[in-house]
């Protein structure tokens, strides 16, 4: 009999404790959206405010829930480092924790990231002295770990790209042949610009060579290293990448 009572008593406290989580969760919910939505007003302010906002976001990709309390409003980290005066920032543009966008004081290129563009820890985009920038359309992620170094010609990415992790692009070809001078002083060249089309998917560690257009839909293989052109909706991959089948039920695949 009293292990009986005993037992209902359990089964009374286990229900009460079931019914109060999720009031408390929800109490707890309310009271981090408002503090959100309250330090990101005075963001603009000062940078403590941002970091204040950031302190019941969570980390990494969890801090992409909270975008919508942003409005229209790109989210910087304040654990990115960012010093690029030509850096131009889409509405729900997301810049990861620990990622550096930087241009030398002599840059005369730019950052250009369209709509939705996603950019995630431990990326690195270097302007250098030339013209090069980085374009990227809308709705495009680009894992942790890229590198973008449009020293001399420009990088183009399209809309609905997935990069993955620790993919680099060179736009141009550090020279060697004048052996009376140091590696470091030798010139930069180029073939031409880095062109990826809309809805690429680039496996992990991708190299992509100067003067490469990818096409729509093209899906490059891990690991390998692009130096000429893939054509739409192909399969490739190795080193030097090579196509090795299309896309099946696509109306565009060369006959």
Same mark, same amino acid.
């Given at each position: 009999?009293?292990?009986?009572?005993?037992?209902?008593?359990?089964?009374?406290?286990? /229900?009460?404790?079931?019914?109060?989580?999720?009031?408390?969760?929800?109490?707890?919910?309310?009271?981090?959206?408002?503090?959100?939505?309250?330090?990101?007003?005075?963001?603009?302010?000062?940078?403590?405010?941002?970091?204040?906002a950031?302190?019941?976001?969570?980390?990494?990709?969890?801090?992409?829930?909270?975008?919508?309390?942003?409005?229209?409003?790109?989210?910087?980290?304040?654990?990115a480092?960012?010093?690029?005066?030509?850096?131009?920032?889409?509405?729900?543009?997301?810049?990861?924790?620990?990622? &550096?966008? $930087?241009?030398?004081?002599?840059?005369? +290129? *730019?950052?250009?990231?369209?709509? !939705?563009?996603?950019? $995630?820890?431990?990326s690195m985009?270097?302007?250098?002295?030339?013209?090069?920038?980085?374009?990227? =359309?809308? /709705?495009?992620?680009?894992?942790?770990?890229?590198?973008? /170094?449009?020293?001399? *010609?420009n990088?183009?990415?399209?809309?609905?790209?997935?990069?993955?992790?620790?993919?680099?692009?060179?736009?141009?070809?550090?020279?060697?042949?004048?052996? &009376?001078?140091?590696?470091?002083?030798?010139?930069?060249?180029?073939?031409? =610009?880095?062109?990826?089309?809309? =809805?690429?998917?680039?496996?992990? /560690?991708? @190299?992509?060579?100067? +003067?490469?257009r990818? +096409?729509r *839909?093209?899906?490059?293989?891990?690991?390998?290293?692009?130096?000429?052109?893939?054509?739409? $909706? @192909?399969?490739?991959?190795?080193?030097?990448?090579?196509?090795?089948?299309?896309?099946? !039920?696509? =109306?565009?695949?060369?006959?």
């Open positions: 009999m009293d292990h009986s009572v005993s037992s209902t008593q359990d089964n009374l406290q286990q /229900n009460l404790l079931a019914r109060r989580q999720p009031v408390t969760k929800t109490l707890r919910d309310i009271m981090a959206r408002s503090w959100v939505q309250t330090m990101i007003k005075f963001a603009p302010i000062s940078p403590l405010f941002l970091r204040l950031e302190l019941p976001m969570g980390i990494y990709k969890d801090k992409r829930r909270w975008l919508r309390y942003f409005g229209e409003r790109p989210y910087i980290s304040s654990k480092q960012v010093s690029c005066p030509t850096l131009k920032l889409g509405p729900r543009c997301f810049i990861d924790d620990y990622v &550096t966008i $930087y241009a030398h004081p002599k840059a005369r +290129g *730019g950052v250009y990231l369209a709509e !939705n563009v996603h950019i $995630y820890r431990w985009v270097e302007l250098g002295e030339g013209e090069g920038s980085l374009k990227v =359309d809308r /709705n495009t992620y680009i894992q942790s770990g890229c590198i973008f /170094n449009p020293f001399v *010609g990088i183009i990415i399209g809309a609905d790209c997935m990069i993955a992790a620790r993919c680099a692009f060179t736009p141009y070809q550090h020279g060697f042949a004048d052996t &009376t001078r140091p590696m470091r002083e030798q010139p930069l060249t180029s073939k031409g =610009d880095i062109i990826i089309e809309d =809805d690429v998917w680039l496996g992990l /560690n991708v @190299a992509v060579m100067d +003067g490469v990818i +096409g *839909g093209a899906i490059i293989g891990a690991g390998a290293v692009v130096t000429k052109d893939i054509p739409p $909706y @192909a399969l490739a991959g190795g080193v030097p990448a090579q196509v090795i089948r299309y896309r099946k !039920n696509c =109306d565009a695949l060369p006959q």
